[in-house]
């Protein structure tokens, strides 16, 4: 497997990697701590995690 080397390609491409990962990252913490959050309450009440 060969890789052709192009600046402008290779910089362009970690961009959009970058952007995606700015435009995730907060969704997954907050998903993480909704979750969380549902646990600890399932915990406090004493019934099943839905």
Do not use: F
């Not at 192009?6 to 970690?14: K, L, V």
């Not at 970058?18 to 406090?44: C, F, N, W």
Request: aromatic share 4%; net charge positive.
């Amino acid at each position: 497997m060969r890789l052709r080397l192009n600046r402008s390609t290779t910089d362009s491409s970690a961009q959009s990697v970058m952007s995606l990962y700015d435009l995730i990252t907060p969704v997954y913490m907050m998903g993480l701590a909704h979750a969380r959050e549902k646990q600890l309450e399932s915990i406090v009440m004493g019934r099943p995690k839905a």
